[in-house]
């Protein structure tokens, strides 16, 4: 059983910034990529930024110089630093996990999302 909790979301002004976690707990074997997705009422989830376990980095042409997602590997835990947010940022975020959880399978799951508001 692998769960992954977001937390950090929340409303904040133009050109604020906000920190999101997603931590992923259970029996993992190992986290082959963790990423960040977004949606917004009436759009496709998009993907916002990800990280593979060697570290590459890649980001939507939107969020590049003002997102950064960074990992912890002790705590299973993925964070998306989010610089300079516009109102266009405004959306659910998503946390997601590609997980090893046995010799030779690999599983993708989801976490509930949260929250992000950015309006004056």
């Known amino acids: 059983q692998v769960q992954l909790v977001e937390s950090g979301g929340g409303l904040v002004q133009p050109g604020g910034s906000l920190r999101l976690s997603c931590a992923a707990s259970g029996s993992i074997f190992s986290i082959y990529a963790m990423a960040w997705y977004r949606q917004t009422p009436g759009k496709q989830r998009e993907l916002v930024a990800a990280?593979?376990?060697?570290?590459?980095?890649n980001y939507a042409d939107s969020v590049k110089g003002r997102f950064t997602i960074s990992r912890d590997n002790a705590k299973n835990t993925v964070y998306l630093q989010m610089n300079s947010l516009k109102p266009e940022d405004t959306a659910v975020y998503y946390c997601?996990?590609?997980?090893?959880?046995?010799?030779?399978?690999?599983?993708?799951?989801w976490g509930q999302g949260t929250q992000v508001t950015v309006s004056s």
């Open positions: 990280i593979t376990r060697g570290g590459t980095t």
């Open positions: 997601n996990g590609v997980f090893r959880i046995d010799s030779d399978s690999y599983n993708n799951y």
